[in-house]
């Protein structure tokens, strides 16, 4: 690409650390970033850039998800395929990156299985980061192999500041120093399996009072009173419900002993990178998604997901105890592929669209 050209990215989420990496090389070599939030403000910037600019389309829930009503959903599936027309017609390449095998929580399921399966034929490249995704999405929709560019998923190394020792974070969240701590972090929604890992925290803490639960992320009014319900039963917990920002994100890994990310479906984890760029062990649930990427990963341990609370309350408590072994396994993972690298990649594929 030229200096003159642009990279077009919908939606562009402006706190979100994986959009910030993905495009800073870019920017380095003078390309311009045009930020879009909403189909409206896609629409106008598409009818204003060149041929030669590139349309990089990351989440889909702003298309469909958003909509008030099924009939409204139709129309702007409708209107968002007329913009990635209007994208061809303009000379645009389009590069869709797929960040999950379906949208959670998808109110219109046939609506999103159509928006998926015109982005897989319309797209010029399909950014992948699990190397297994066309075959864990093939149910749904199919990616051209010709069209695949795989760039993985970075680490978070160096992104944020790692110099807060372990009795600092907890201070400061107000964690106990003899603690065992397991963390969840990221937006707190049921498809995440928050709620089972409470119970299961719970059925733990009646044997190992030491463990504590540290929550940290967005929550929903709905889905909040549902939490309160959960941990009000006397599970002893630390909890931030809201944004959590670069210069707190430290602090609720540092004071962990052990991350759990209980999702029922994931294809792509930035929760699983972010703990190893702050040397923390996981429990994950055996997954096909999650064996394709960390399946050889010593600091990465996988439970049998059967909705069993006291299972989980088993796993997590051996979990904890090997967490201290591991620590050193996922400190050499998290230096593997550091955000500049991945950005660069992602340029040099811009570059030979």
Not at 1 to 11: D, E, N, R, W, Y
Not at 130 to 142: G, H, I
Not at 198 to 206: F, H, N, P, S
Not at 253 to 279: E, H, I, K, W
């Amino acid at each position: 690409m030229t200096a003159s050209q642009k990279i077009l990215v919908f939606p562009y989420w402006s706190d979100n650390a994986f959009i910030d990496i993905t495009y800073m090389a870019a920017a380095s070599r003078g390309i311009g970033i045009v930020k879009t939030y909403h189909l409206e403000d896609l629409e106008e910037k598409v009818a204003k850039a060149n041929a030669g600019d590139v349309l990089h389309i990351h989440w889909t829930t702003r298309v469909c998800q958003e909509a008030d009503s099924e009939e409204d959903a139709v129309a702007r599936l409708a209107r968002f395929k007329d913009i990635l027309h209007l994208a061809k017609e303009r000379g645009l390449s389009i590069v869709w990156t797929v960040h999950n095998a379906m949208a959670h929580e998808s109110r219109f399921l046939d609506l999103e299985t159509s928006l998926y399966r015109f982005l897989a034929e319309t797209a010029d490249k399909i950014h992948i980061m699990n190397p297994d995704t066309r075959e864990l999405v093939q149910d749904t929709f199919d990616i051209p192999q010709d069209k695949v560019v795989v760039v993985a998923h970075p680490s978070y190394r160096g992104w944020y500041d790692n110099s807060v020792s372990r009795a600092a974070a907890r201070a400061a969240l107000g964690v106990p120093h003899h603690a065992k701590a397991v963390l969840f972090f990221g937006n707190i929604k049921p498809y995440k399996g928050v709620l089972e890992l409470v119970a299961a925290v719970r059925q733990l803490q009646e044997i190992d009072p030491s463990v504590h639960l540290l929550l940290a992320g967005r929550v929903s009014e709905t889905d909040a009173a549902a939490l309160a319900d959960a941990v009000g039963a006397g599970v002893k917990h630390v909890k931030r419900l809201g944004y959590i920002s670069a210069t707190d994100t430290p602090l609720w890994f540092r004071a962990a002993d052990l991350t759990v990310v209980p999702y029922r479906r994931s294809l792509n984890s930035g929760s699983l990178q972010l703990a190893a760029s702050f040397d923390l062990p996981a429990l994950v649930p055996d997954q096909d998604g999650l064996r394709a990427v960390y399946g050889d990963e010593p600091w990465v341990q996988f439970y049998e997901d059967g909705g069993n609370p006291r299972e989980l309350a088993f796993s997590i408590a051996s979990a904890l105890a090997e967490a201290p072994r591991r620590r050193r396994s996922a400190y050499e993972y998290s230096r593997q592929y550091p955000p500049f690298a991945m950005s660069n990649d992602f340029a040099d594929m811009v570059a030979q669209l």
